[in-house]
């Protein structure tokens, strides 16, 4: 009898063709990807809500399900999630903490920035690795326009967070509240978790077996967390006139986060794969297509279309890949590096 996942895997194999396959991947990317921001801003900004650790413990759960549904229904090994033993939670206990630190960071910094904003600043952890692996080593390959793309994605990230403070003059938040804390707390998370995943011994782990992992991790600190935080009694009292467009849009987030993180999961099992140039093609898209509010700003417009347009010019997918199996960064390559 024919697995279910099987028989999909096979028939897009065979309708499609293996050398049109990534070919496909990059519109659906970015389709999944846009949508999926925009599906999240209109649930945290127009319906207003604000419960981060019910949000994303929502979309963690969903992310679980869905992929413990792959595993049961397929036979194919680039299903299979690997078990943990004690030593090995361990070893990836650090990018846990800093997966669920930044999705809770994103969805707070994601409710109060505009979109082209929150896109711009998301990508400022590759622009900055990339810097540091080519601009000191001597035998890298990176061209000049390469590296200066890199240096423009970076410099405009931080001049967009420096410039684009409108938001709190009209709200006069304070800064635990304030959304540039959360977007900085969001990037230094997405940083460090990259880092870290060059100087831990995971390498022998698939991109899916951490992202499985980090959503069953992340359900089970968030459950507690909402109750905590009292989140849990607040959104049980929630109440919106749209009621059945709220849980309409809660669960097509869930769905298409889930599919955003599968398509990264393909990007790094795939070195030929460009699905990270894709999310700044999405970035564009959402930057040009102004469903939601934009910053009023000219110059910060004009800083985040440049910041989009650089993102094109350099290979960051190199950064997002998780190093070749056996071949792991050491620390010191890493300390002479930065």
């Known amino acids: 009898m024919i697995k279910i996942g099987d028989y999909i895997n096979r028939t897009y194999r065979e309708r499609i063709g293996p050398s049109s396959i990534l070919f496909f991947d990059q519109p659906l990317f970015i389709l999944v990807f846009v949508l999926s921001v925009f599906i999240n801003k209109y649930v945290l900004s127009v319906l207003n809500f604000t419960y981060p650790t019910i949000f994303q413990g929502w ?19 680039a299903w299979r999630v690997s078990r943990l033993d004690r030593y090995e939670f361990l070893m990836l206990l650090p990018h846990f903490i800093f997966y669920v630190s930044a999705i809770v960071a994103g969805s707070k910094a994601l409710s109060k920035l505009p979109i082209a904003v929150f896109v711009s600043v998301s990508g400022l952890p590759a622009s900055c690795i990339f810097l540091l692996d080519n601009l000191q080593e001597s035998d890298s390959r990176a061209t000049r ?22 938001l709190e003059e009209e709200a006069h938040l304070e800064t635990t509240n ?45 459950a507690p967390a909402s109750v905590y935080l009292e989140e849990a009694f607040q959104a049980l009292h929630f109440e919106n006139a749209q009621q059945t467009l709220f849980h309409a849009s809660c669960l097509l987030s869930g769905l298409l986060a889930t599919g955003v993180g599968l398509l990264h999961c ?26 939601f509010r934009i910053p009023e ?18 290979p960051f997918d190199e950064m997002c890949h998780e190093p070749a199996v056996g071949k792991p960064v050491s620390l010191a390559t890493l300390c002479k590096t930065v």
């Open 59 to 77: 979309q963690t759960l969903v992310g679980v399900i869905i992929l413990k549904i792959f595993v049961l229904c397929s036979s194919n090994k």
């Open 145 to 166: 326009i390469q590296l200066s793309s890199a240096g423009i994605a970076f410099g405009t990230s931080v001049l967009i967070l420096l410039l684009d403070t409108q």
């Open 297 to 314: 700003s000219a110059l910060v417009q004009w800083l985040i279309f440049l910041n989009l347009t650089s993102g094109l010019l350099f």
């Open 266 to 291: 393909r990007t790094s099992a795939d070195p030929d794969s460009d699905l990270t140039r894709g999310r700044a093609v999405a970035g564009l898209i959402s930057f040009l297509i102004p469903v």
């Open 178 to 222: 304030s959304p540039y804390y959360w977007a900085l707390f969001f990037v230094i998370c997405l940083t460090a978790q990259s880092l870290y995943a060059r100087i831990s011994d995971t390498h022998k782990y698939s991109a899916l077996d951490k992202f499985y992992y980090s959503n069953l991790f992340s359900v089970i600190v968030l």
